[in-house]
């Protein structure tokens, strides 16, 4: 692999899948880390296995492939080994990184915080998780600062899209269809971004020199019920068929409100959509909900 070379972790992830197919337009050399799917692996496109857990791979990996940037989107938030892949595993990533001087963005998550904010979350505000996958997920932005200060570390929130469709598109869609009889909170408060507007965002923050925490996610904060009923008008479905809650049904603490304040990321010039300006562009929302 020469110098010149884009390394995405999760390759066969939703958001390295869409990464991948905007570098490839982008005309960049990418290789990609796939970790138990390697029949949906494409042609164009280096395809290494990793495993998060195990730092020795990890380094050589990325030693093998020599990249310019890595963008590490890898991890498990419903697993046995969470914290090791999430967390320790990023800092496995981010010392191979600087290693092999490759600059790095680290995909962080709106659940580091407790979600007990009045207003939204900026890039200053200290990770307090109450979950344990918002645990891993600030343990690993910790190990990025640590190992890697000149990273940047991109908190992001509910990421969706429509080819092929994302996992909480499809979660809502079924309580839609009826197939599923689970409420959305009300009270649980999210920017969702599309997957697009955060990969062409993503690869746009590689090739500057911005370093620490950047928050990227949609320009429209929303509660998982509202979100839900948009979801459901978008493809055709009825928005009453979706039942509102309250986060306190939910039998473990989740953070409630984890909106994003997104003023750096725009004020760089970065386009970030909220729901409604992105469905209308898709031609998928005429109606208000
Ligand atoms: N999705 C969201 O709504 C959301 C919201 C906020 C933040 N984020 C962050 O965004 C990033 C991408 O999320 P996503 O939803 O696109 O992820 P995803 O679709 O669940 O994909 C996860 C990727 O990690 C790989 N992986 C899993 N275990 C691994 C291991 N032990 N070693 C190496 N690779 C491993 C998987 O490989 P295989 O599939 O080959 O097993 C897959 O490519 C994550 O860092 C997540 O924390 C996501």
Known sequence: ?????????????????????????????????????????????????????????????????QPTVIIHTAFRQYDPDLMAVTGEGAGYVAEAAARVGARLIHISSDVIFDGEKVGAYTEEDPPNPITDYGQAKARAEALVQRYHPAAAIVRTSLIYGFEPIDR?????????????????????????????????????????????????????????????????????LDPDRIVGGFSAESPTPRPRNCALDISRARQLGYRLRGVHEVLRSLGRLSEPV
């Not at 972790?9 to 390295?16: D, E, F, P, Q, R």
């Not at 050399?29 to 296995?49: I, M």
């Open 1 to 65: 692999m020469n110098a010149d070379c884009y390394l995405i972790t999760g390759g066969t992830g939703y958001l390295g899948r869409a990464l991948i197919r905007q570098a490839g337009h982008r005309g960049l050399k990418v290789a990609a880390t796939f970790h138990t799917q390697p029949q949906s692996l494409t042609s164009d496109v280096g395809w290494y296995h990793l495993d998060l857990r195990e730092p020795a791979a990890v380094m050589s990996v990325i030693h093998e492939v």
């Open 168 to 236: 909480h598109s499809a979660f809502a869609l079924a309580i839609a269809r009826g197939e599923r009889s689970e409420r959305l909170f009300r009270d649980e408060l999210r920017c969702p971004v599309f997957v697009e507007d955060l990969a062409t965002a993503l690869l746009d923050l590689a090739q500057s020199d911005y370093y620490g925490v950047i928050n990227f996610a949609g320009a429209e904060t929303l509660s998982r019920y509202e979100w839900g009923r948009l979801l459901a008008q978008a493809h055709g």
